[in-house]
């Protein structure tokens, strides 16, 4: 079976961010684990190109720079070499799910403005380049790809359940989640045994990153007990209610299974989705199309590179960081592993704009590059991970075991209370 980056991205956040907080020593001096002309780059599989990181490797001759994957938990490992004070990378990936959690201790790396950042900020995307800061304006990490979540739909599928196939005309009939779910039921009606979303987290967590509140707030305040949270329940319930949501668990064998046989014909996912698509399903080549999302524009996942305290030649990563990270690599870096850039440069780029056979010829740039630009800003929190966990387990109490759902919604509140008294979240 083949694990999903949407699993690996879940998966990662299986460490709460009070565990990760606890994990570094800041201002210590941490012993790196290079030598002389050793500097060490770490980071996972599919995090970078694997071919731009080889012509680095030859590129940059001042230092014999070492690249090396990372598998299993990134972030505890990382945290945890920092924390034993050595072999700490001189430079690193931060996911982009865990960003938060890494500012508290913004004095492990450097701050990447003192050396020259911010002559370059122009060429990011704006919302991408302020998750990499601190609230005091430090520069920590530097962006690699992003995330815009859009609509990937079987057209044949819908061709047959009287549904719009053509890009545009999905986006239009489709534009606002109740539009969506409405689309759902001429979809069950037609295609017997067919669900429009795969579980209530397909909602949910679409609905939370369209808007810009999240679960605590800059004052340290929870409020994932306010309207936003609330309303993406409230519509990840009613899903479950109309019948929309299949009873298979993601990133499993039946999951795939369906997607092949036409009975999960709606992906709402992040850019990077599409590769799971290619790897999962590649019989369902040609079949697949692009479209805006329900409900607005939304982000989920994207990275960075850091380079830590330890690093003995600072300018010299920030050198190997910057051309890593250029256009014409992001551009290199969506060939090779549908990362896709955080440089709108590249979105002109001959190699994105290339028709996609899997997606019937699209050239799924059209869909994909305007998201990437109208990603709404959220505060995002050290604390978000562990306060948002509560109210996702208990959906899927509601969703899979038919849990009560006022019910649910009060533990939720209660869990999560517990955990913002420990953490000194009020």
């Not at 002309?37 to 070492?66: C, E, H, I, N, Q």
């Not at 869909?367 to 630009?373: K, L, R, S």
Request: with cysteine.
């Amino acid at each position: 079976m083949h694990l999903s980056r949407r699993g690996l991205l879940r998966a990662g956040l299986a460490t709460t961010a009070a565990a990760a907080l606890g994990g570094t020593t800041a201002g210590c001096s941490v012993p790196s684990g290079s030598t002389g002309r050793d500097m060490t780059l770490w980071y996972w599989t599919g995090g970078l190109s694997d071919k731009v990181v080889a012509k680095a490797t030859s590129r940059f001759t001042d230092v014999d720079l070492k690249p090396v994957q990372i598998g299993g938990y990134f972030r505890s490992k990382l945290l945890t070499t920092m924390a034993g004070r050595a072999y700490v990378p001189d430079i690193t990936g931060l996911k982009g799910e865990d960003m938060a959690s890494y500012l508290p201790d913004a004095d492990q790396f450097v701050d990447l403005r003192t050396l020259g950042a911010d002559k370059l900020k122009d060429q990011y995307l704006t919302w991408k380049w302020e998750q990499g800061a601190t609230p005091d304006g430090r520069l920590i990490g530097f962006p690699i790809d992003t995330g815009p979540v859009v609509h990937f739909y079987r057209a044949d599928v819908f061709d047959k359940a009287g549904l719009p196939t053509e890009p545009a005309d999905v986006a239009k009939e489709m534009d606002t989640w109740e539009n969506y779910f409405a689309a759902g039921d001429r979809l069950r009606k037609k295609i017997p045994g067919a669900f429009l979303l795969i579980d209530g987290l397909a909602v949910f967590e679409n609905v939370i990153n369209q808007g810009t509140q999240r679960y605590v707030d800059e004052d340290r305040h929870f409020i994932g007990d306010q309207e936003h949270v609330r309303r993406a329940w409230a519509l990840s319930l009613e899903a479950d209610r109309r019948g929309l949501l299949s009873d298979i668990v993601s990133g499993t064998p039946d999951g795939n299974a369906a997607l092949e046989k036409g009975l999960l014909p709606s992906q709402i996912g992040a850019s990077w989705a599409a590769g799971d698509l290619k790897l999962n399903v590649p019989k369902t080549k040609g079949k697949w199309r692009a479209a805006a999302m329900p409900g607005g524009y939304a982000n989920n996942g994207g990275s960075f590179l850091a380079i830590t305290k330890t690093c003995r030649e600072p300018e010299q990563a920030f050198e190997i960081i910057t051309w890593l990270l250029n256009p014409d690599n992001q551009t290199r870096g969506f060939v090779d592993a549908s990362l896709f850039p955080s440089t709108p440069a590249s979105f002109e780029q001959k190699a994105m704009r290339e028709p996609d056979p899997f997606f019937g010829g699209q050239v799924t740039i059209d869909v994909i590059g305007p998201a990437a630009e109208k990603i709404p800003v959220a505060y995002n929190s050290p604390y978000d991970v562990a306060l948002g966990q509560p109210i996702k387990d208990e959906l899927k109490n509601v969703t899979a075991l038919g849990k009560n759902p006022d019910r649910a919604w009060r533990d939720a509140m209660n869990k999560c209370r517990r955990i913002a008294d420990h953490l000194g979240v009020s």
